[in-house]
T-cell receptor, first 113, second 115 residues
C-alpha cells in the first residue's frame, strides 16, 4: 500500500528560527494536505495543495506540491511558541479514493522561547 | 469550512463493553469518514460512512467490530464493540468540504481508554 515518509520526526528550535519538514511518497497523490495537531485535539488543516508545482502560503506557513507529485514540504518562518505541536502531511489519491488520506508519521515541533 | 462536533469527547470503558461515538456536522456533506489514531501514532482510515447504505471498510477493519450508521448528510455514529485494551485510541470523524476545494476536516476526536 501507499506509504508516506515524513521527516524529521522531531525538531527542537529557538523562537524566531525557520522550520522545514517534508514528506515523500512511494506513489503519486493528487492532493497534499498539511495538518497541525495540538494535544487532545483533532488535526487542523493548515494548507491544501491541488496541483503539481503549486506553492501556497498561509501567513508564516508555506507549502509546495512537488513536481513529481510524490513529495511535499512545509516551511514555517519566524517560529513562535504557539507553533508547538505535531505536524502531519497527508496525501490523497483522488477519484474513488476521495477522503482516503494517507498520513505521514508526524513531525513533533518544540519551540524554545 | 465545516464545523464538526463529536460526543463523547472522552470515555473510560471496561473490556467487553461497547461505546457509540456520535459525529455531527454543521452543514450537509457528501463524504464522511472515521479514522483511528492509536497512542503516539498517525491516523488510519477505518471506513467511509455512506448515507443509506452499509459503510465501506478498509483492510483490517470489519463491520462486526466497528458498526457505522449514517442516517443523513450531517450525522454519523461509530460503535466500538466488545472492546479490549488494544482499542484504546482517539477516534476521529472527518468530512470533505463542499464546494470546489475538497478540503478535508477533522472533528476534535473521542479519546477512548479501555481498562
Amino acid at each position: 500500500g501507499q506509504q508516506l515518509n515524513q521527516s524529521p520526526q522531531s525538531m527542537f528550535i529557538q523562537e524566531g528560527e525557520d522550520v522545514s519538514m517534508n514528506c515523500t511518497s512511494s506513489s503519486i497523490f493528487n492532493t497534499w494536505l498539511w495538518y497541525k495537531q495540538d494535544p487532545g485535539e483533532g488535526p487542523v488543516l493548515l494548507i491544501a495543495l491541488y496541483k503539481a508545482g503549486e506553492l501556497t502560503s498561509n501567513g508564516r506557513l508555506t507549502a509546495q506540491f512537488g513536481i513529481t507529485r510524490k513529495d511535499s514540504f512545509l516551511n514555517i518562518s519566524a517560529s513562535i511558541p504557539s507553533d508547538v505541536g505535531i505536524y502531519f502531511c497527508a496525501g490523497r489519491a483522488g477519484g474513488t479514493s476521495y477522503g482516503k488520506l494517507t498520513f505521514g508519521q508526524g513531525t513533533i515541533l518544540t519551540v524554545h522561547p | 469550512s465545516a464545523v464538526i462536533s463529536q460526543k463523547p469527547s472522552r470515555d473510560i470503558c471496561q473490556r467487553g463493553t461497547s461505546l457509540t461515538i456520535q459525529c455531527q456536522v454543521d452543514s450537509q456533506v457528501t463524504m464522511m469518514f472515521w479514522y483511528r489514531q492509536q497512542p503516539g501514532q498517525s491516523l488510519t482510515l477505518i471506513a467511509t460512512a455512506n448515507q443509506g447504505s452499509e459503510a465501506t471498510y478498509e483492510s483490517g477493519f470489519v463491520i462486526d467490530k466497528f458498526p457505522i450508521s449514517r442516517p443523513n448528510l450531517t450525522f454519523s455514529t461509530l460503535t466500538v464493540s466488545n472492546m479490549s485494551p488494544e482499542d484504546s485510541s482517539i477516534y476521529l470523524c472527518s468530512v470533505v468540504g463542499t464546494g470546489d476545494s475538497y478540503e478535508q476536516y477533522f472533528g476534535p476526536g473521542t479519546r477512548l481508554t479501555v481498562t
